[in-house]
């Protein structure tokens, strides 16, 4: 595994851990995805990120 530093989503703290020593909640990789130009998904990932964010709606 490339990256081993995690972050708990709940409190925001930094383990090496699956699983949060302070309260016990699952941790998530603390890296973003690698960045390539010929991301697949991006079209996909910039319009669910509009939608749940509400950029660009007229109202």
Known sequence: M???IK??????RYTL???CPVCGEKTK???PPKFS???PYGE???KLKKEV???GVKK
């Open 37 to 39: 130009p010929e991301d």
């Open 29 to 31: 990789l603390a890296h």
């Open 7 to 12: 972050k708990c989503p709940k409190c925001g």
């Open 17 to 19: 851990k699956e699983t």
């Open 44 to 46: 996909y990932r910039r």
């Open 53 to 55: 964010l509400g950029i």
């Open 2 to 4: 490339r990256f081993r």
